[in-house]
């Protein structure tokens, strides 16, 4: 039974997007954000990993500036693996994968009402997941992925077919290597939404990038 405790919608799963001040170049982060919000992203995880991310309180202070940017367009703010940061910021919820803190423990610590996303590869992990009382699950890699250098093998769309089966109502987000022109098969598999990192955070106008892959996602019929 899926036993999920925040007020998390499905349609704001839609277009789900991952940045870091790492992805975007020689953009400035906060800009990329912003103009993505402006183009219609539905989600935004904050995912500061990797060879020059931020730390201490110069991360405090960009997450928080990231946090605000969400809050003026309504947009959900999740922190990736980052309890304390979320409870500092009280972020609107946390996204774990299978070797960052335990489900179960990060939802203890977050308590009710705040979303909990957790990445899962098998079954054993989505059922677990969703007894420790996950608001939505990550599925990937669907594509090949360059923005994770520890990414796992290419999953395809079968798994989230599959689970779509057994689990009708659990909110399930692909990932990896999605872009505007190949994400129509995740949301036929069940999905309810995609992640997107590159494909917005690498975009030369990341307002347009961003209003195309939103649009595309409304014409397959996805509410937005």
């Given at each position: 039974?899926?036993?999920?405790s925040?007020s998390l919608n499905k349609?704001?799963?839609?277009l789900?997007f ?10 400035d ?10 183009g ?5 995880q904050?995912?500061e990993k ?13 997450a928080r ?5 969400c809050k ?26 299978q070797?960052?803190?335990q ?7 977050l308590?009710?009402?705040?979303i909990?996303?957790?990445s899962?590869?098998t ?14 699950i990550g599925?990937?890699?669907?594509y090949t992925?360059?923005s ?6 290419v999953a395809?769309t ?7 089966s057994?689990?009708p109502?659990?909110?399930i987000v692909?990932?990896g290597g999605?872009?505007?022109d190949?994400?129509?098969?995740v949301f ?19 307002y ?17």
């Amino acid at each position: 039974m899926l036993r999920r405790s925040s007020s998390l919608n499905k349609e704001q799963l839609a277009l789900y997007f991952i940045m870091g001040s790492t992805n975007t170049g020689t953009q400035d982060p906060l800009h990329v954000l912003e103009c993505a919000l402006r183009g219609g992203i539905t989600c935004f995880q904050l995912r500061e990993k990797g060879p020059g991310a931020k730390s201490g309180e110069a991360l405090l202070e960009f997450a928080r500036q990231c946090q605000e940017l969400c809050k003026e367009y309504s947009v959900p703010f999740i922190v990736n693996d980052d309890v304390d940061l979320a409870l500092a910021l009280d972020a609107d919820g946390v996204h774990v994968g299978q070797e960052d803190e335990q489900a179960a423990i990060v939802r203890k610590r977050l308590g009710i009402g705040k979303i909990l996303g957790v990445s899962s590869h098998t079954s054993d992990e989505v059922l677990a997941a969703i007894e420790a009382g996950a608001d939505y699950i990550g599925m990937g890699p669907v594509y090949t992925t360059t923005s994770k250098p520890d990414a796992k093998p290419v999953a395809g769309t079968q798994f989230i077919q599959t689970t779509r089966s057994v689990y009708p109502d659990l909110p399930i987000v692909g990932i990896g290597g999605i872009t505007v022109d190949n994400f129509a098969p995740v949301f036929a598999a069940g999905a309810n939404g995609v992640s997107v990192i590159s494909a917005i955070a690498g975009a030369t106008d990341v307002y347009a990038a961003t209003k195309a892959f939103a649009e595309s996602i409304e014409k397959e019929g996805v509410p937005l």
